[in-house]
């Protein structure tokens, strides 16, 4: 089969030769070669062989209105003939950066009214550390600059991401963080909650190593905590229904700022539009990204807090940091588009009100008793399928990770791309899946599981 004037054996030889590829074994790869995509529509992907295949990642979280929209296309040619490209440095703006900080402001949770553009999570988070420094800085506190954050938490890849990210193997790469930055346990009950410890003691417990980070750092030195509401790249580790409002009575009693990480859960991923909302956590600034254009241009949108933004306002002269792309127009009108559509077509709602508990129910009741299977945990349509050897012990094949990528194997090969992080199986899916594809999602995850426990035991 062959793509355009080269066939995928080309191909995998030019992307061997030039190209470095993210979060990559690159011997590995050139060995095995690339899989080529080379189409999209709806809710499937096709590669260069023609296979079609189910995304039961968005992308990488991403594309939650699917793939082949029209209108999000013809809105950035639109707007590509109309004005490509102008800066929002030196007191300039574009009508697509203005107008999209609007609707931005309507649908955030209360007390976020600014925003602040960038081109990634990563950019973002860069520039919500560097914000809250400079706000404890503008308030006469410059040694309240400690950020407490959690293991295996992931917060980006830029140095700034990395540091503030609790992932051992990216810091072991750093040659030196950020400095100033602690990481706390995780609320990740599966693995980490005390045999009959219940849930809700398991979420205070993990909220109060917080608390006890903060004493031992001594309040007047943390400037914030960070944390995704629920920990995507890290596993989809769905915290117990005690753990946000005692992290934010924690930030609250100390005056640490909460920085909470969207840029997964974002626009819709829980059925809210932010997971804050789903939570009822009232974050100081709020990172967002991936689904803000569903992907089809980058764009990131950083929620700068009331608080925040008058410190900033009133007191701040300039602030010295920005990106040649913050605000770039294109991006931000098709990310209104997008933001039109998700509304359109009421995506949020049926999230939350029926495919969400559909995918969740469907995961427990039909994946969940499979022997491989620990667990399972989803919620809005962002879910996680534990792999273990022993559904009992809760024992893990070793080594660990090679069960979960076999299962991820053959459930490409059968038609769905999911993802593997150690042995967690990942599912993130657009938000357009309706109950039928559920369903034959969970078809494709039972085959793959049944075939990938016939190679492990
Ligand atoms: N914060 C969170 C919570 C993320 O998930 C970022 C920040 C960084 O965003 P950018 O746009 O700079 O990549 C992310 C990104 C994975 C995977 O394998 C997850 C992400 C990125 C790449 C891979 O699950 N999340």
């Known amino acids: ?91 300039s703006a574009t009508p697509p950066a203005v107008l999209l900080a609007q609707k931005l402001a309507e649908i955030a949770p209360k007390g976020l009214n600014q925003v602040f553009f960038g081109s990634s999570g990563s950019e973002s988070n860069d520039t919500a550390l560097r914000l809250v420094r400079h706000f404890w800085a503008l308030e006469g506190k410059p040694e309240k600059n400690r950020i407490i954050s959690r293991k295996m938490a992931y917060h980006g890849s830029t140095v700034a991401g990395t540091s503030l990210g609790g992932m051992e193997g990216m810091h072991n790469q750093l040659g030196g963080a950020v400095p100033n930055i602690v990481h706390v346990m995780m609320p990740y009950a599966y693995e980490l909650a005390e045999p009959g410890e219940s849930e809700h003691d398991f979420g205070l417990r993990a909220a109060k190593a917080i608390e006890d980070a903060i004493l031992e750092v001594g309040a007047d030195k943390v400037a914030a905590f960070i944390g995704e509401p629920i920990m995507g790249a890290g596993g989809v580790k ?60 980058p764009l990131s949108a950083l929620f700068v807090g009331d608080r925040i933004a008058k410190t900033l306002v009133d007191k701040g002269g300039e602030f010295y940091h920005g990106y040649t792309y913050s605000g770039h127009p294109v991006c931000c009108a098709v990310a209104l588009k997008n933001l039109e559509i998700i509304e359109r077509e009421g995506l949020i709602e049926r999230v939350r009100t029926d495919t969400g ?101």
């Open 357 to 457: 508990p559909y995918f969740a129910k469907a995961l427990q009741e039909r994946v969940s008793g499979h022997p491989l299977v620990g667990e399972t945990r989803a919620i809005g349509l962002m879910g996680a399928i534990e792999i273990v050897s022993d559904k009992q012990t809760r024992e893990r094949f070793q080594p660990v990770g090679r069960a979960a990528v076999l299962v991820r194997d053959h459930a490409i090969a059968n038609g769905l791309m999911l993802r593997a992080t150690g042995d967690t199986m990942i599912l993130s899916p657009p938000l357009i899946w309706t109950r039928e594809t559920i369903d034959l999602a969970c078809e494709r995850i039972l085959k793959a599981l049944d075939l990938a426990e016939a190679d492990l035991r």
């Open 238 to 297: 769905i915290p117990p229904a005690s753990y946000w409002p005692e992290v934010q009575r924690i930030c609250r009693k100390y005056d640490v700022l909460l920085m909470l990480d969207e840029v997964i859960t974002g626009y819709g991923r829980t059925g809210e539009w932010f997971a804050a909302q789903t939570f009822g956590i009232e974050p100081d600034t709020m990172t967002t990204a991936k689904a803000l254009t569903s992907g089809y241009l």
């Open 1 to 91: 089969m062959t793509y355009k004037n080269h066939s995928l054996k080309q191909l995998q030889a030019i992307d061997a030769s030039h190209h470095l590829h993210p979060f990559t074994d690159h011997r590995e790869l050139r060995e095995s070669g690339s899989r080529m995509i080379v189409g999209a529509k709806g809710p499937y992907v096709y590669d260069s062989e023609g296979h079609e295949l189910l995304d039961g990642m968005a992308g990488l979280w991403c594309v939650s209105i699917g793939y082949g929209r029209d209108e999000l296309a013809e809105v950035a040619y639109e707007q590509m003939k109309e004005l490509p490209y102008y800066n929002s440095f030196f007191k």
